[in-house]
Each structure stands twice: as structure tokens, then as C-alpha cells.
């Protein structure tokens, strides 16, 4: 093979189209340069370079935000460009510019290196990028596990915590074996799809291609290889959201990580695995008589199943890792009713944004509400926080009114979009769980709610027993910003959602 | 000839597979394991796919299970004594033997397993090596890249959990 071949090869490998996934990875290599080549004196400002590099990336991405729209597959077929992947790409870029804000606040408080931290958030938030934008069973694989691995360790990064350590063992081993089902999934689908006997004309592409996996499914929606194959990559896919009945390992796992990995858990692997759902969801259309009655009993039971279990929580990161499963059961519906009327994927995009403002306040206030210690947050430490931290606990109300869909703020419109596009779908059932789920969940918000603002309902002191000191750090001022921020854009996108809505409906 | 290796090859992996799980001494299991991976290469083989034998050959059996046998050696594992099955363990496992017997009878039953002949002279990627590179360096370089990526994530994460750090309690 002489170079001239190799080039006319490799010329579909355009590496320019890869922003912001490139430069966020080159950064975070550059990282790695700055600790070696800085004195280490200076090792503070690595993660403001991190940091404000991201925003440089952020405005450079909002900027050129129509360069990167026009549908495109570049890479031999390996990706997939189109205005949805420039959606996830930005909810990416600021699901891991806030987790790193949220890290300098965590990390000042432990003696761990904190370099690799950052380095880690960034390669898994470009690696979620490519996830949601693949087109290819390889690329979907080799970016998933990407972004796997690097959740182990985030998962596990504050090693001096038993609960830390073992929430990452924990993670690593239901991860490998959601990875495993999903992988057999993978090998059916290829196997069926690449039988030559039935193969229907017209495949260019590999059997590994989504294009040509679609087209197969057109010809024999009914292949029983093919059909186990849809489940088993449903189910891998339903560990990384956490849907039930794949939902085990979420509350350990949500509570032994640093609060901000369990944001990032929480906001971005949810958001990347409901990116690749809707990708092989479309995949998967040809044989919609099996992919919804799976997708609705999830959606059912991982309603149901999160409400009631977070009821019962006193822990705060438990709580909110239970509600989450919730969450993911009110997207699901979303991704459901997008069979009946495409336009329902725009419900479930601004959900996914109304999702991700809201958590990232509530996590905000929990990393400044909690100490050395980071998987002991209880409801009790919140007391008396709208007396000290008047500023923390409106966040926080914002925050969870969001999460609970309180009418003027932006959970609200996300859930109400969902709920309208599930009802002219006709699917009543769901839709009757949901309403019955949201008003379950009121109760638990509004219990913490109230341990933050109501001190005349908390239990008193008996006598005799010293009044625990309870767990703050001080607010500084980057991380006030960003929480204001937060609060408010909860607030304005509730009443005004100006041109996203426009921007998602259009599509 | 191939059939009938075939089948032997596909009863020494399944049979040593068994008795990996079985086995009640840990050091008997990697060895089941390792015989499981060499049948499974001999299956490659059949298949025409050299690389895929070499390779599992060469990273399971070479390296996997020698780990294995280190952290072994190291943990100091005996057989031990097994705890009896409680009823719950019991009722799950006659429950998810059913449910996996129903579903290998219905793959059986209902998989369209029939292949056409396959014409010899079909490209077979995985078989040599430089084919398999040419792939590589061409269609699939932007995995590659990212799995260069993968790799470098997961040396940085075992520096950083198993690194000595100054003024770190670390837990015994």
C-alpha cells in the first residue's frame, strides 16, 4: 500500500470537525504538560487554566454554533454530524465546565492531586461528545467505555473514603456487566445483520454501520437474532441512565462519589445515555412494535420505583440519586412518545436543559453544605441554612422547585412539554404514573426544602447533648456567580425561553 | 475434519468454563480459564481468524491470567469454606436457570441460523495482520485515537489511587 492510497483513505478523517471534542482533549493533555513544566508553587492556577479554557472552547463553540449544524458523516461513517450533536456538544461543554467549578470547591478540601481530576472530567465530557454523535458500532463502544473508564475513577478519586472506594468497586463491577450485555447485544445485531442469506440489497456500508443496521430492520423487522440484539443494547444503554430495572447501583454509587462526580453523573451520563438512546432509538424504528412496549414498562416502573424509594431517604446525595431515576423515567416517556410525533424529542431536549440548570444548583449548595466527609450529607445538616446562608438556601429552593416542576421555573416547562407530547400520543397509562410520580416527589423536595428553611419543625436537642456543628464552607466569589447564575436561569427559562424553544421545535 | 474439531474445541472451552466456576481451589480455577481461552483461540483458528487467536493467546492467556495468578499468590487464596445456600439464593437461582432455559430454547427454535456458503474468495479483514493495520490506520483511526485516550485516562487513574501522597491517611 503506497502513500498516495493511504491518503485518499484516509481523507474522510477530517479532524477539523471535531470541535470542540479535540481541543477540549488537547487541553486536557496540556494540563498534564502544565504540572510537569510548573513549579510547584503555581500548581493552584492549573484548574483556572482548565476552567477558563473551557469558557474560551463554550464561546468559541456558541459562536460558530450553524458552522457545526449541517448533516454530515465524516470518518469513513464513523460519526454522524447534525444539529442534535450540536446540542449535546454544548450541554457537554457546560456540564463539565460546571463540574469543574464544582471541583475546586471540593478538591480545596482534601489533599488529593487535583490535576488528573480535571484532565478526566474533560477527556469523558469530549468522549460523551463523540458518543452522542456516533454512527457506528465501534465508535459508539470505543466512546461509552471511554466515558465508563473514566467514571470509574472520578467515582473512586477520594480514596481516604471507604464509601468513596467502594462505590467506584461498585460502579466498575455493575459497569463491566452492563458493558458485557450490551457488547452480546452489539455481536447478535452484527451477526444478524451481516448474514449474507439475508442481507437486502443495497447494504454499502458494514454490518457494524447504524445506516445499514436500520436498513435491515426495514427488510426483517421480525429476525429473532436481531430482536434479542435491540434488547440487550436497550438494557446496556438503561444502565447508563438508570432506568429500572438496571437502577441498582445508583444510590451507592451516587453517595460514595464526590459531590461533584455525582453531578456530573447525574446530569451528564444521563444526558449522554439519552443521547445515544434517541440515536438507537431511530435505529431501531423499523421494529417499534417491540422497542416501545420495553421502553414503556421501563418508563413505568423507573417512575415508580424512584419516587417511593427516595420517600424514604434522609441522606441528601441518596435522595436526589433515587429522584434522579425518576428523571430518567419522565425522558423515557419523552423518547416514547417520539415514536408517534417526532416533535416530542424537543420536549425531551429542553427537559435535559431544565435538568442540568436545576441539578447543577442543587449540587452547587450541596458541595458548599457538606465536610471532609462527602458521602455523609443528611437532611439535618441543612438546618438553619436560611438563617446563615440566606444565599445558598434560594438557590437551593430554586433548585428543587425546578426538579419538582413548581409552575414558573424551567423544570416545569420540560415536564410540561413531555406530558402534553405524551398525551397527544395517547399514552395515557404513562402519562396518569408520571402525574402520580410528580406529586409523590413533591413531598421529598419540599422535605428538604423545609429542613433548609423551617427551623421552628426540626426536632429539638434533648437536653444534655451538644448541638452539632454543622458542616459549611464559605461561598467564594466564582462559585456564587455560578450559582447565581444557575438560580436564575432556572427562573427565566421558566417564564421565557426565548429562542431554545424556538430552535428545538423548528428542527 | 473441521466439524468434528469443532465440536471438541467447543467442549473443551464450554466444559473448562464450567469447571473455572465450579473449581473450589482459586489457582485451579485460572487454570480452567486459561485452558477455556486456548480452546476458544483453536476456535478462532478454525475460523480463519490467526490475529484474533494470537492476540487472545498473547493478552488473556499471557497476561490476564498471569495477573490473575499473581493477585492469587499475593491475596494468599485457599478453597476456604463455601457458606451454605440460603432459600432466597436457591429460589433465584432455580428462577434465572428457567428463565435463561426458555430463552436458549427459543434462540434455538426461532434464530434463522441458516448461512449461505460463504464464496472463499471473500475478504476476510481480521485474518492478516496488515490488513487488519491498513483498517486501522484508515477507517478506524478516530477510535484508535480515542482508545489512546481510554488508555492514558486509565494509567492516570491507578497513579492517582495507588500513589503514595504525602499527608494522605490512606485507609488499611
Redesign the interface.
Same mark, same amino acid.
Given at each position: 500500500m503506497n502513500l498516495s492510497l493511504l491518503q485518499s483513505a484516509a481523507a474522510d478523517n477530517r479532524w477539523a470537525d471535531l470541535f470542540p471534542e479535540l481541543p477540549l482533549a488537547l487541553l486536557a493533555l496540556f494540563l498534564l504538560v502544565l504540572e510537569i513544566v510548573l513549579p510547584k508553587r503555581q500548581h493552584r492556577s492549573i484548574p483556572v487554566v482548565a476552567i477558563l479554557g473551557q469558557v474560551a472552547l463554550l464561546v468559541a463553540l456558541l459562536v460558530n454554533l450553524r458552522g457545526g449544524m449541517t448533516e454530515q458523516l465524516t470518518f469513513n461513517g464513523l460519526l454522524r454530524h447534525s444539529p442534535t450533536g450540536q446540542f449535546f456538544r454544548v450541554l457537554f461543554l457546560v456540564t463539565s465546565l460546571l463540574v469543574s467549578i464544582l471541583g475546586v470547591v471540593s478538591l480545596a478540601r482534601q489533599r488529593m492531586p487535583r490535576v488528573e481530576f480535571f484532565h478526566i472530567v474533560m477527556v469523558v465530557a469530549a468522549a460523551m461528545m463523540l458518543l452522542v454523535q456516533s454512527h457506528h458500532f465501534v465508535m459508539f463502544f470505543v466512546a461509552l467505555e471511554t466515558v465508563t473508564v473514566g467514571f470509574y475513577i472520578l467515582v473512586s478519586y477520594f480514596r481516604t473514603n471507604p464509601l468513596s472506594l467502594e462505590a467506584g468497586l461498585k460502579y466498575l463491577v455493575m459497569g463491566a456487566l452492563s458493558s458485557a450485555i450490551l457488547l452480546f447485544g452489539i455481536v447478535l445485531l452484527y451477526g444478524a445483520v451481516g448474514n449474507p442469506a439475508l442481507a437486502p440489497s443495497g447494504i454499502a456500508a458494514g454490518a457494524m454501520d447504524f445506516a445499514s443496521v436500520r436498513q435491515f430492520l426495514l427488510a426483517h423487522p421480525d429476525n429473532f437474532l436481531a430482536q434479542l440484539g435491540i434488547v440487550l443494547v436497550l438494557s446496556g444503554v438503561a444502565f447508563k441512565i438508570g432506568a429500572v430495572p438496571f437502577q441498582i447501583w445508583v444510590p451507592d454509587v451516587y453517595q460514595g462519589a464526590p459531590t461533584p462526580v455525582t453531578a456530573f453523573l447525574a446530569v451528564g451520563s444521563k444526558a449522554a445515555g439519552f443521547g445515544a438512546l434517541v440515536v438507537l432509538a431511530g435505529v431501531f424504528a423499523p421494529c417499534k412494535s417491540l422497542v416501545i412496549p420495553v421502553l414503556s414498562v421501563m418508563a413505568g416502573a423507573t417512575i415508580l420505583f424512584g419516587n417511593l424509594a427516595a420517600l424514604t431517604q434522609y441522606n441528601v446525595k441518596r435522595l436526589i440519586a433515587l429522584s434522579g431515576v425518576s428523571h430518567a423515567g419522565y425522558l423515557l416517556i419523552g423518547v416514547i412518545a417520539a415514536y408517534y410525533d417526532p416533535a416530542a424529542l424537543s420536549g425531551v431536549y429542553f427537559y435535559l436543559i431544565a435538568y442540568l440548570v436545576a441539578s447543577f444548583a442543587v449540587f452547587g449548595v450541596m458541595t458548599h453544605v457538606c465536610g471532609e466527609n462527602e458521602a455523609d450529607q443528611e437532611l439535618e445538616h441543612y438546618a438553619d441554612l436560611a438563617q446563615t446562608h440566606p444565599f445558598l438556601a434560594l438557590v437551593l429552593v430554586i433548585g428543587l422547585g425546578s426538579l419538582a416542576g413548581i409552575p414558573p421555573l424551567a423544570g416545569f416547562i420540560g415536564k410540561l412539554m413531555i406530558f402534553l407530547a405524551a398525551f397527544s400520543a395517547g399514552l395515557y397509562v404513562l402519562l396518569g404514573i408520571a402525574v402520580l410520580g410528580v406529586m409523590i416527589s413533591i413531598y421529598y423536595y419540599f422535605g428538604w426544602i423545609k429542613a433548609a428553611c423551617f427551623s421552628a419543625w426540626r426536632l429539638p436537642t434533648p437536653a444534655g447533648e451538644a448541638v452539632p456543628s454543622l458542616p459549611r464552607t464559605p461561598v467564594a466569589w466564582p462559585a456564587r456567580i455560578t450559582l447565581g447564575t444557575l438560580a436564575v436561569a432556572s427562573v427565566v427559562l421558566g417564564l421565557w425561553q426565548g429562542p431554545i424553544i424556538g430552535w428545538l421545535l423548528a428542527r | 475434519m473441521a466439524d468434528l474439531l469443532f465440536y471438541v474445541l467447543g467442549g473443551v472451552t464450554l466444559g473448562t468454563a464450567a469447571l473455572t466456576v465450579l473449581s473450589r481451589n482459586a489457582v485451579n480455577s485460572a487454570m480452567f480459564f486459561l485452558l477455556s481461552l486456548l480452546a476458544t483461540a483453536g476456535l478462532f483458528v478454525l475460523l480463519d481468524a490467526y490475529l484474533l487467536a494470537a492476540l487472545l493467546v498473547l493478552v488473556y492467556a499471557g497476561a490476564v491470567v498471569a495477573l490473575f495468578l499473581f493477585i492469587i499468590m499475593l491475596l494468599d487464596m485457599q478453597g476456604g469454606v463455601r457458606p451454605p445456600f440460603t432459600r432466597a439464593t436457591i429460589a433465584a437461582a432455580v428462577a434465572a436457570t428457567g428463565l435463561l432455559t426458555v430463552a436458549v430454547l427459543?434462540?434455538v427454535k426461532? /434464530?434463522?441460523?441458516? *448461512? /449461505?456458503p *460463504?464464496s472463499p474468495d471473500l475478504p476476510v479483514v481480521g485474518a492478516s495482520l496488515k490488513a487488519y493495520a /491498513?483498517q486501522l490506520?484508515?477507517?478506524?483511526? #478516530?477510535?484508535v485515537q *480515542?482508545?489512546g485516550? #481510554?488508555l492514558?485516562?486509565?494509567m492516570?487513574?491507578v497513579? *492517582?489511587?495507588s500513589?503514595r501522597?504525602e499527608?494522605?491517611?490512606?485507609?488499611k
Open positions: - | 427459543g434462540f426461532r /434464530a434463522q441460523l441458516s *448461512v /449461505a *460463504v /491498513a490506520f484508515t477507517t478506524y483511526l #478516530l477510535p *480515542v482508545v485516550f #481510554l492514558l485516562i486509565a492516570l487513574g497513579i *492517582v489511587l500513589k501522597v499527608g494522605l491517611e490512606d485507609i
